[in-house]
């Protein structure tokens, strides 16, 4: 066994340490940046959303304005409860 082996050891080990936490700080940034960029994406993807269900409301809406106010629904119901039944 060689004289300078347990400092070669704890040099090792120490540099291995120094390695690991640039690694974690690495790791940390990447997760700051992940988190970030998943904030972005979820915030315009329901931006686009909410515009959509928008649109899609409205022409519900028109759908159903028309129905009732030009339709025939009354005058068909009108005639189903007092001629049929």
Known sequence: MNANEPFC???RINKLNKNMN???????DL???FSVLVSVFLTFSLSGQDKAQNEDALFIKKIFDH?????KAYDWLYSLSTRIG
């Open 9 to 11: 050891q704890i040099y």
């Open 22 to 28: 640039r690694m974690s700080l690495i790791m940390k």
């Open 67 to 71: 129905s009732l106010n030009e339709g």
């Open 31 to 33: 997760k700051s940046i």
